[in-house]
């Protein structure tokens, strides 16, 4: 399969999750919703830092988000790095200073619009790996889920009747 087939689907529903629906169309976030990066732009550190029942936090999502999509801009480089993936140590970076939460929202937002612009372009993929790709994007938008339920704030806006 050719990655060109899917690419118009893959980075019109990543870019909404990343940066945000634009109107009148939206597939995932309602209509208006700035996205990930601007709504995570919204949070201190402080509330980044904020533990959860789980133990986890805004920040270790979002280091998680960005280790996975480091993962997937270095498979389509040519590595195979998911033999040796850690992806427990993203979950251990969970408190973040004010230069931390800054950096780590501008490396998110590099990986993110790298691995966006990747989609676009024509690649032969077997199944596995056109399910992988897919599933980057299905596991973004669990992740901004998640963010949206620990922080109230980062939430968009309300779906419009």
Do not use: C
């Not at 709504?39 to 789980?54: F, G």
């Not at 040519?78 to 800054?102: C, I, L, M, Y």
Request: glycine share 8%.
């Amino acid at each position: 399969m050719d990655l060109k087939d899917f690419g118009t689907t893959f980075t019109t529903l990543l870019s909404e999750l990343v940066d945000g629906a634009s109107r009148p169309e939206s597939y995932v976030l309602n209509s208006g919703d700035p996205g990930l990066l601007r709504s995570l732009d919204k949070l201190s550190a402080t509330a980044a830092s904020a533990i959860t029942p789980t133990g986890s936090s805004i920040a270790a999502h979002v280091d998680h988000l960005r280790y996975g999509l480091s993962l997937m801009n270095r498979w389509s480089a040519g590595e195979n790095p998911f033999d040796t993936a850690d992806w427990s140590t993203s979950w251990h970076h969970t408190r973040v200073t004010a230069v931390q939460w800054k950096q780590l929202r501008d490396d998110l937002a590099a990986e993110a619009h790298k691995w966006l612009e990747t989609l676009g372009k024509p690649r032969q993929l077997g199944q596995s790996e056109l399910n992988g790709v897919a599933g980057s994007i299905v596991h973004l938008a669990y992740h901004v889920g998640a963010i949206r339920q620990i922080d109230l704030t980062a939430r968009g806006p309300a779906a419009i009747a």
